[in-house]
């Protein structure tokens, strides 16, 4: 069983920038596929983006292509979300999710009913 616990989520003006970690405990964290979702007031759990298993693949939703960043660290068994260029309508709860994967260096954007593992999610606003 994973447990995953996100952190870093606040408020902030539009332009700017945040990052979000997940800390990862209870498996072998290498052996993931891990996902950032978003969710906002009234609309639907939507992929952000995911990275592969050692780090070097990652895939991104067209909407946060070019602003957002996904990185791990497979020592520390923490994933980031860094977000830059932030707008309004990236405002959201923002999960980390993780699903197992027989793929070392490949990834794919998949929904969440693909995903095994969730954190409890952290909120992201940012006001115009």
């Known amino acids: 069983q994973v447990q995953l616990v996100e952190s870093g989520g606040g408020l902030v003006q539009a332009g700017g920038s945040l990052r979000l970690s997940c800390a990862a405990s209870g498996g072998t964290f290498s052996s993931y596929v891990m996902g950032w979702f978003r969710q906002a007031p009234g609309k639907e759990r939507e992929s952000v983006g995911a990275?592969?298993?050692?780090?070097?693949?990652?895939v991104y939703a067209d909407s946060v292509k070019g602003r957002f960043t996904i990185s791990r660290d497979n020592a520390k068994n923490t994933v980031y979300l860094q977000m830059s260029s932030l707008k309004p309508e990236d405002t959201a709860v923002y999960y980390c999710?993780?699903?197992?994967?027989?793929?070392?260096?490949?990834?794919?954007?998949?929904?969440?009913?693909?995903?095994?593992?969730w954190g409890q999610g952290t909120q992201v606003t940012v006001s115009s």
């Open positions: 999710t993780a699903r197992p994967s027989q793929f070392r260096g490949i990834v794919t954007l998949r929904p969440s009913k693909n995903y095994d593992y």
């Open positions: 990275i592969s298993r050692n780090g070097e693949s990652t």
